[in-house]
Nanobody
Framework: QLQLVESGGGLVQPGGSLRLSCAAS????????IGWFRQAPGKEREGISCASSTDGSTYYSDSVKGRLIVSRDHAKNTVYLQMSSLKPEDTAVYYC????????????????????????WGQGTQVTVSS
């Protein structure tokens, strides 16, 4: 059974950077499509980045495009979300999710997650962007 644990959140000033980690145990993330979602207080959950494990495709939402990069370290069985030029509106709890096999596109995984049977959700890590 796959288990995911996020870390790396914290308080950062506007314009700053953070790197979130999603460490997996139980199974290898190499075979899983990975998604990053976030939820701010009073707002709906938003899929901000989803990446395939097979074809290299990656989706970024318009709200984060150009400011986020997803990467994998297979040796550490960990996925990273590098965030830069952070804005106050990026304040949220960030979650990583995994699914295998991904029978649709990474865009669908992020924008219509109700269509996906996720193997695991992490517990979330809080990111606060404030001066």
């Amino acid at each position: 059974q796959l288990q995911l644990v996020e870390s790396g959140g914290g308080l950062v000033q506007p314009g700053g950077s953070l790197r979130l980690s999603c460490a997996a145990s139980g199974l290898s993330l190499e075979y899983f499509a990975i998604g990053w979602f976030r939820q701010a207080p009073g707002k709906e959950r938003e899929g901000i980045s989803c990446a395939s494990s097979t074809d290299g495709s990656t989706y970024y939402s318009d709200s984060v495009k150009g400011r986020l990069i997803v990467s994998r370290d297979h040796a550490k069985n960990t996925v990273y979300l590098q965030m830069s030029s952070l804005k106050p509106e990026d304040t949220a709890v960030y979650y990583c999710v995994a699914t295998s096999p991904l029978r649709t596109t990474v865009q669908t995984m992020c924008t219509m997650p109700w269509r996906i049977e996720f193997s695991s959700w992490g517990q979330g890590t809080q990111v606060t962007v404030s001066s």
